[in-house]
Every structure is written in C-alpha cells, then in structure tokens.
C-alpha cells in the first residue's frame, strides 16, 4: 500500500451498562443504575444507592452529544477515541411514545486521517438468494401494491410476504418451524416470529381486511390492464383442499377432486391469464358444486370491482343454460368450455360431422379441423327470474367446434381393440364375459343376413360422434384460433392450483381452529400468486430461447438459497454469484444483489404488542 493512504482504525462499538437520562435545568444527567428483583412485588426494581451519574448532554435536551465523566471514561477507555450522541430512534418510536438510542462516531479532536468503522460484535449470515429472486419478481407489482396500502400498519405487509416466502421456500414445512426458517434466512420482516405470534396475526386477517386487499389489487391490475390494447383473459375454476379437522367452518363432505376420503373446503380463483396474477378468491363450504357459485360469483366481480373489459374463461364445470342467461344478464363476456352432452352441442356435431371430418375444415394453426357456427341466444331479461313467462332477450353467441384427429383415430383403435378382445373372449372356453362386457357386445355387436358378426354402425356413429371434438362458447370471441389459445392459456389457473396444493403445503390444510382459516388461506394465496408470476416469469424467458439451468422452480429455489448475506450493523452484503446461479438471474433478467446499508429492523417489542391489540 501506499504511504499516502490513511490507516484505518478498526474498532468495536462499545457495550455500555443500562443508562438513565435525567433533565434538571441546563443539563440532562446520564446516569448507570442497577436493578435487583423483589420477590415480594414480582418484579426487577431499582437498587438504592447503586444509582451513578456518568455523564451529561450539554444544553438540557434530551438528545445532544454526551460528555462522559473521568470516572467513566477510566472505566470506558474507548469513549475518549469516540462522539457519542443520543438521537431519536425514529424507528422504535410509535405515536407519543419516543424511543432513543445512542450513535457513536469518530472523535472530532482526531487526527482528520483516522477512520473509525465500528466492527460487527457478532456477524449473521442469511440464505438471502432465494428471497432477493422473489422480491425482484414481487416489486412494483399490483400484488405488493394492494399489500402495502391494505396492510400497512405495524409491518402487516412485510409480516404476509414473509410468511408467503416461507411456504413458497419450504411448503412441506408446518407454520410452527417459521421461526427457525427466519432466524437464518433474510425476509422483509427481519425479526423472527414464533408460532404464537403467528397464530395471533393470522387471526386479525379476517374477511375484512382481505376484501380491501382484493379491492386495491383489482385497482393496481386494471391501472395496469388499461394500458393494454388487447383483449384481457381471466381464467376461472375451483379446487378442493382435503382436511382431517372436524371443527372448521366450510369443511363439508362433498365431490373431492383428489379423491381423498377427507371433508374439504372448496376455494375458486380467478387468475390473469397474460401476468400469471392470481385477482381474487374465495373460500366456501366443500358440499357446494361449481356450477352453483357463479351467481355468487357474478355478484363478487362486481363488489370487487373487477375489470368489466376482461373475459371470463371457465372449464366444463360452469356450463350450464342457467350460467350463461347470468353471464348475459350481466354484460360479462366469456369463453366456456361445454359439456358435450349439452343440446345445442349435441345437435350442432351432429349436424356438421361430415364438415368437421372434411380435409376443406384443416385448420394449419390449430392442427385441428374447425367450424364456427353464430347464432342468437334467447335469455330472461330479468337477472333474479329464469321463468319462461318473463321478457326474453336476445345475444350473439358464437359456437367454436373443435376436432382432433389424432385423439379421435385414438379412440376409434381402442374401440376396435376392444370389440375384438371381447370376440376372442366370447369364443373362449376357459374364459366368461362379464355383464358389463356383454352389454357392451350387445350394443355395438350384430349380425349380418350371412349370420357374421359386424359392427352395429348406428350405435358406433352414438359411440364416436363426440370422440375428440371440444365446444368452446363466447359471446364476444368471433374467432377459433383465439378462443382456442385463451382457452389453452386457462392452464395458468390450473397451474396456480397445483403450485397453491403441492407448492405450498396446502393439499392439506393443518389448521384446527375456524378463528385461523381466513389468516391461513390468504398466506397460501399470496404464495401461489408470487409462484404464478415466478412462472411467468419463466415462461417469458423461455418464449425467447432462453434455456435456463434448472427444470424447476424447487431446484431454483434451493440453489439460489446457497447465496448467503453477511449482516453486520450498518448493513449486509452477499456473496458471490457465479455459474449457473449468475445464468439463471441473468435468463430470468433479475438484477444481481448489491450491498443493502442502512438496513431498518422492526426490533420494537412496542409495536407488536399494539398489532395484537
């Protein structure tokens, strides 16, 4: 090193016993103080006569710089090499309540070439590379938006997001074992929280609070949506979680989609199809099927404040005559999937099957045949009356046939393998038909004048008339290749399920108390939103080439947590970021950590007490 260059002194910030501040006249005395515990009161009091005085701020404030006493600088020798000030601590300091705290600095009688750097009395090391990814993928968002305006008392905000980065990192992982979890991993809320803590919490997070959180996050969406010219698709279904608890509002036996013989709760979700943001959702009784929440639905959109410019796509599930009067009755465009045994589907394949078998009706995009037939749909003008008697309106609707040879050809080679298995099975002498296997024979088996067996053609036409053929209605989408794509796209919902179900930990709901229900849920929310985005994110980063170094966002998640950051008290910094860590940031077009200074830690034991009043 060069002789120019100043030497630097490296020292440790002091530990000074407890001190009293003590304004009389000019001066405030600072005084040190023992405590002892009296058995009798139950409680630490002050020792008489144990009570010193070390020091004073000039000038009678109660924040100023201190001058120390002989006695005390003997006993502190350090504090003649350093200022010592006592300021406000703006962090700790919540309404009338005034926390202070004491900085230390360089002495200014110091030779002007010394540097003083207070040293880390105990260093802490974070797994900080998974969270720094989610926080990118989270910021600026409508979600971290509607967080911060809906929750932003006593660090509610920052507490959510913790947690959902905690089911996100660690979904198989009770709610019990967070605190570990944050004692070694940086969050946004840095101080960790015990289970009791987070029981309390969750319980504030009613219905309430998460209807203004929704409010705000469908006005962040539609701010973001309406600079979009393009049509904007919201995905629709439901999904079942399975629990062992008896005494949960809403857990009620009914149609399991995982097949669990377990009581469910049933939660639907609508998701934005181009950002992979879950909008909103819901939790209701498990008895209740899908077809019969979109009423409620309906209702829900609007209360919330949903963009009315977005269309509602929704699987089989929803489609029945009674749902789409609804959807016209309330201006809100769709795109559904039908039920094939549907009337008008029915007819309308049957009608058109020698077009859609047709090589004229090869649709290249698609690589299926289509056909898109518009027609006018009569609905009840009145939203509360489905009667026959009440005023009749009328909509267009355009119906989107779809054939897929490839599921058709399918399904015709398994019904000839079968057909025939069951002739060999017939002609056997060790081996009898069942019932079922003689009723199918009987169906779809005949015989000719010369007494051989053929295919009966007319109950085969019934057998395959629907094999391979999807029905998509819309109201507003005229087009196949679009409805086609949106209704691909709805996988994103889907998606959010099984990330929501296997991602999170939540196939299985462990809570045993109604008073935790809401809190729980809306933190598996959160952690599947932030999951759908970090999803698109991939996606988008896959459209353009880009292969990135893990095939899963486990296997992201853990490498990226190897990135630690060194806490020390001004601040922390990370570790290197190389190989196929730098890769997948880059890919990803996530910016590389840099050192955070001047970090704030929500340390106050006040401000958590008021968040639990």
Not at 515 to 525: A, P, R
Request: with cysteine.
């Amino acid at each position: 090193c060069s002789s120019d260059l100043a030497i630097m002194a490296v020292v440790d910030a002091p530990e000074l016993p407890p001190l009293l501040f003590n304004r009389n006249g000019k001066y405030t005395y600072v005084c040190s103080y023992e405590n002892a515990w009296d058995s009798e009161r139950h409680m630490s009091v002050r020792v008489k006569g144990k009570t010193y005085t070390v020091g004073k701020i000039i000038g009678g404030e109660l924040t100023g710089t201190i001058e120390w006493t002989e006695d005390f600088l003997n006993q502190y020798p350090i504090l003649e090499t350093l200022k010592t000030t006592r300021v406000v601590d703006k962090l700790k300091s919540k309404g009338k309540l005034t926390r202070y705290k004491l900085e230390f600095s360089q002495a200014e009688d110091m030779d002007e070439n010394s540097l003083f750097i207070r040293k880390a009395s105990s260093l802490k090391v974070l797994h900080a590379g998974a969270t720094w990814l989610l926080d990118q993928i989270v910021a600026s968002t409508p979600l971290s938006k509607a967080l911060g305006r809906a929750f932003d008392k006593y660090y509610g905000a920052k507490k959510l997001l913790s947690l959902a980065y905690f089911k996100t990192i660690e979904p198989d992982k009770g709610m019990y074992l967070y605190e570990d979890f944050a004692s070694c991993t940086r969050l946004p809320y840095h101080r960790p929280l015990g289970i009791s803590g987070i029981t309390r919490f969750l319980q504030h997070i009613d219905q309430d609070r998460i209807d203004v959180f929704l409010k705000k996050l469908n006005e962040c969406c539609i701010e973001e949506e309406d600079k979009n010219t393009e049509n904007v698709y919201y995905a629709l279904d439901s999904t079942s979680i399975s629990t062992c608890s008896d005494n949960l509002d809403f857990a009620e036996w009914g149609h399991n989609k995982d097949g669990d013989q377990l009581k469910q709760i049933n939660i639907v979700m609508l998701v934005n199809q181009q950002t992979g943001c879950p909008l909103y959702y819901r939790h209701y009784a498990g008895s209740t099927p899908d077809v019969s929440t979109f009423n409620h639905l309906l209702k829900e959109y609007a209360r919330m404040g949903l963009n009315r410019r977005a269309i509602l796509v929704a699987d089989k599930g929803y489609g029945s005559v009674k749902n789409i009067h609804k959807l016209y009755q309330d201006n809100q465009s769709f795109i559904l999937n039908m039920k094939l045994s549907f009337g008008i589907c029915k007819n309308l394949i049957a009608k058109n099957l020698s077009y859609l078998l047709d090589d004229c009706s090869y649709n290249r995009k698609l690589g299926q045949n289509v056909l898109t037939e518009e027609i006018d749909w009569s609905y009840p003008g009145n939203f509360n009356r489905d009667s026959a008697r009440c005023k009749r309106e009328k909509g267009r609707m355009f119906i989107h046939i779809y054939l897929d040879h490839e599921i058709r050809n399918d399904a015709e080679d398994k019904f000839r393998a079968r057909v025939a298995e069951l002739l060999d099975k017939q002609k056997s002498e060790t081996e009898t038909l069942t019932q079922e296997e003689k009723d199918f024979l009987s169906t779809y088996v005949t015989e000719d004048s010369n007494g051989r067996k053929v295919i009966n053609n007319t109950q085969k036409f019934e057998y395959m008339l629907c094999k391979g053929i999807r029905v998509l209605l819309s109201d507003f989408i005229s087009d196949p290749v679009e409805a086609s794509r949106a209704y691909t796209e709805r996988n994103e919902v889907e998606e959010s399920f099984r990330k929501l179900k296997d991602f999170t930990g939540a196939r299985r709901l462990h809570v045993s108390s109604s008073k935790n229900l809401s809190g729980k849920i809306f933190v598996h929310f959160l952690s599947c939103s932030i999951l759908c985005m970090l999803r698109h994110r991939i996606h988008s980063a896959e459209a353009k080439g880009i292969k990135l170094p893990f095939d899963s966002v486990p296997k992201m998640l853990a490498a990226l947590s190897n990135i630690t950051q060194t806490i020390f008290p001004d601040g922390g910094y990370f570790s290197e970021i190389v190989g196929k860590k730098k890769e997948l940031l880059e890919g990803l077009e996530i910016s590389f950590p840099e050192a955070e200074m001047d970090i704030e830690y929500e340390e106050d034991i006040a401000a958590e007490a008021e968040n639990l009043d």
